[in-house]
Each structure stands twice: as structure tokens, then as C-alpha cells.
């Protein structure tokens, strides 16, 4: 929860100074996605182990994609700006990972809204 924390703090940090330091005067608007990402055991327990280096892709529809990167735990936060996006996996080496059936796919992100968006991703073979 506090390397949430930290890593939520850098982040909007790092935003604010990148928008700060243009030119323009539109205010940043952005929201909040956070979650866990984990691979769905194949028993019927449902539960979940850890992707840690999994990289989500958040793609939105004009075709921009914003990439994350896991932690170790799997967790992940990523500041999008406003819009609908639609989610993909891969590993670090770029190759796919199946998202599991039940697993959201497209998200709303609204600006100055926080959403926590677990990744299950289908169980590994």
C-alpha cells in the first residue's frame, strides 16, 4: 500500500511538472486507473498469483496507447488522460498474454476519478 502510495505521489508529481513546464495554459486532466494483474489458477478456487513485468496496454480509440509495467506484486497505476481504452497484456519480451474470459477488456476513465481495474489474466499452462 505505500509503495502505491509513493509511486502515485512520483507519478502525479512528474505530471505536473511536465505540464507546468509547457507553453500552453490548458489544464491537465487526467484519471487514475490502479490495480492488481494476476493469472487465474486453473482449479476452480478462482484465485490469483502474481504477473509481476507484465506490460498492460492501455489503447485508446484514436489509437494512442499508453504502456504500464507491474511491479513485483503485480501491481500497476496508470494516469491516462480522458477517454474510453481498451486493454491488452504482454510480457516484457512483447509477447501476448490471453486475458481471461470474465476480464473486463474497455474502461471509462473520467478525469480526477480514481478506478481500480484488477488485470486477471487466463491461467498459464
Request: aromatic letters at 6%.
Amino acid at each position: 500500500m505505500m509503495v502505491r502510495r509513493i509511486c502515485t505521489a512520483t507519478l502525479v508529481a512528474a505530471a505536473m511538472c511536465s505540464a507546468l513546464g509547457q507553453s500552453t495554459e490548458r489544464a491537465l486532466a487526467f484519471g487514475q486507473l490502479y490495480g492488481t494483474a494476476g493469472f487465474l489458477s486453473p482449479d476452480p478456487s478462482g484465485t490469483m498469483t502474481e504477473a509481476p513485468a507484465t506490460v498492460l496496454v492501455f489503447r485508446a480509440a484514436d489509437g494512442h496507447r499508453n504502456l504500464t509495467l507491474t511491479q513485483e506484486t503485480g501491481d500497476y497505476i496508470a494516469l491516462l488522460e480522458p477517454g474510453r481504452y481498451c486493454l491488452t497484456a504482454y510480457t516484457r519480451a512483447g509477447k501476448g498474454l490471453p486475458l481471461a474470459q470474465n476480464q473486463l477488456k474497455c474502461i471509462d476513465v473520467q478525469p480526477g476519478k480514481d478506478e481500480r481495474l484488477d488485470v486477471m489474466l487466463a491461467a498459464r499452462k
